[in-house]
């Protein structure tokens, strides 16, 4: 009797994860001239972030392959949104330059100390150690934090072509990125803190590691 092969790059959260990568090059693609068909498609590859989520847990089809894929995807795609922003806003280049610099170092780095988890038994800093930090990955607020973010940079993509359908004598793509702007600045501070604690413990890991070769010499 043969045992099958299972083919991780079929399995159904890979496939939505993929479905979001095309989705994203539509709208990369769209983005300096159409912002009905850019805006549409970016949105809905975020959202299938949540649904590809659900479906790795309901299948029991999560992988490191899959958590790679989201986690690149999800970066990639902010990143060609603030590329685009800071061509239509020059004067505010840095800002999103900073934005894409922590989002990509943060996320990398953070994942990154997860995988190297298992090499050694020494402890890991857990990141929900911290109270705030507890509080954030909890479901509502993580997903209030993320899709926050991602509103406070689609409406300012959206400004750039209109003001929205005014209320109170202010247009609702405006209003928009006032309210979720702070967030989106604390989101950066929440990633820098993903960072430090990514780095003590690569820091550790490399101390541990040193240590062993000094014994063994």
């Not at 690149?72 to 603030?82: A, E, N």
Request: neutral net charge.
């Amino acid at each position: 009797m043969t045992e099958s092969k299972e083919n991780i790059f079929l399995f159904i959260p890979n496939l939505i994860g993929y479905a979001r990568i095309i989705l994203a090059l539509i709208s990369f693609y769209f983005m300096p001239f159409n912002y009905i068909v850019a805006v549409s498609c970016y949105v809905i590859s975020a959202l299938l972030d949540a649904v590809d989520g659900h479906a790795a847990r309901h299948y029991n089809q999560s992988t490191k392959f899959g958590a790679m894929l989201d986690q690149l995807t999800d970066r990639c795609g902010t990143t060609g949104l603030l590329i685009t922003l800071s061509n239509f806003y020059p004067k505010y280049m840095f800002f999103f330059q900073i934005s894409v610099t922590i989002d990509i170092a943060c996320h990398w780095l953070y994942l990154h100390s997860q995988q190297l988890r298992g090499r050694s038994s020494h402890k890991f800093q857990d990141v929900t150690d911290n109270k705030i930090m507890a509080l954030y990955y909890q479901k509502g607020p993580l997903l209030f934090m993320c899709m926050t973010n991602e509103a406070f940079y689609a409406s300012l993509y959206l400004l750039y072509f209109a003001e929205g359908p005014m209320i109170a004598g202010l247009g609702l793509f405006r209003m928009v990125a006032l309210a979720t702007g702070p967030f989106a600045v604390l989101k950066a501070i929440i990633s820098l803190i993903h960072a430090y604690v990514a780095s003590l413990n690569i820091a550790g890991i490399d101390a541990l590691e040193r240590q062993k070769i000094e014994k063994s010499q």
